[in-house]
C-alpha cells in the first residue's frame, strides 16, 4: 500500500472520529465513513478540504453534503446488509458509496445528466457499482420497487407521495422536508398498505429537490 493511500485514510479515520464525537452513534456508518475517501469525490482543487466536516461544491451549484449529515442520514436508515436502498439526488457519488460499503442493493437517481456521469466514473473507479439512474427522482424507480429504505438528500417542500408507494410494507423513508431556509429531516414509515407513520428530527439546510430532468 503507498503512503499516499496510508495518508488518506487516515484523513477518513479522523473524520469518523471526529463525527463519534459529535454524537453519530452507529458504528457500520462510522466505519464506511472511515473507509470511503470523500477526496475522489470532489475536484483537485479543493483536496485540502475534503475531509473537513463541510459541505462543498460540486459542479451545477450543487454540493457534497457535510459528512454529518450523510452519517446522520444513513444513522436514521438502520440500514442491514443487503437491504435494497433508493437514493433520490446522486450528487458526487459519496452518499452512494458509503451505502455500497454498507453492504446495501444501491440504486440512485440524479437529474443533471453531468453529475449521472462524473459520479458514475468516481464511483466505478473505487470498485462501487450501485445501479445509477439518470432521471427525476420525484418519480422514483416504480420498475425496481418495493425498497426497503428511501433516501432523499435534496429537500422537497413536501412529501413526495410517489416515492412513498415505492416502500415495502415496514420499510421507511428518510427525507429533509422544507423549503429554502431550513428543512426538517424526517423519518416516514410505511405501517400497512395505506397507514404511513411520520417522525421528525433535526434542522437541516439541502439543495432544493427539483422536478424534471437537465443536461
Ligand atoms: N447525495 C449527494 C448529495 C448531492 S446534493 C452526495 O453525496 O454528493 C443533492 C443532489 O440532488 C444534487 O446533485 C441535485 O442535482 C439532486 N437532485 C435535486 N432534485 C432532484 C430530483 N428531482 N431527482 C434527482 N436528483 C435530484
Known amino acids: 500500500m503507498s503512503d499516499t493511500f496510508q495518508n488518506n485514510n487516515r484523513e477518513a479515520e479522523n473524520l469518523a472520529k471526529e463525527l463519534k ?3 453519530i452513534r452507529d458504528e457500520r456508518v462510522l466505519a464506511a465513513i472511515a473507509k470511503v475517501p470523500r477526496h475522489s469525490f470532489i475536484d483537485e482543487s479543493l483536496r485540502e478540504l475534503a475531509y473537513i466536516d463541510k459541505p462543498l461544491p460540486i459542479e451545477k451549484g450543487q454540493t457534497i453534503s457535510q459528512p454529518y449529515t450523510v452519517a446522520y442520514q444513513t444513522e436514521l436508515l438502520k440500514l442491514q446488509p443487503g437491504e435494497k436502498v433508493l437514493e433520490i439526488g446522486t450528487g458526487s457519488g459519496y452518499q452512494a458509496a458509503i451505502l455500497c460499503e454498507m453492504g446495501a442493493e444501491v440504486y440512485s437517481i440524479e437529474r443533471y445528466h453531468e453529475l449521472h456521469l462524473t459520479s458514475k466514473k ?3 473507479k473505487l470498485g462501487y457499482y450501485p445501479k445509477l439512474f439518470f432521471g427525476d427522482g420525484f418519480e422514483g424507480l416504480p420498475e425496481y420497487a418495493p425498497f426497503d ?3 432523499v438528500t435534496a429537500a422537497p417542500d413536501e412529501i413526495p407521495e410517489k416515492l412513498l408507494r415505492q416502500l415495502r410494507i415496514g ?3 428518510v427525507v429533509p422536508v422544507g423549503g429554502r431556509m ?3 429531516m424526517t423519518v416516514i414509515k410505511r405501517v400497512s398498505e395505506e397507514k404511513f407513520s411520520e417522525s421528525e428530527y433535526g434542522d437541516f439546510i439541502f439543495v432544493p429537490m427539483q422536478k424534471g430532468t437537465e443536461e
Do not use: D, H, S, Y
Request: avoid cysteine.
Open 21 to 23: 464525537r459529535k454524537g
Open 122 to 124: 468516481a464511483l466505478n
Open 149 to 151: 429504505k428511501i433516501l
Open 171 to 173: 420499510g421507511w423513508m
Open 182 to 184: 431550513g428543512q426538517k
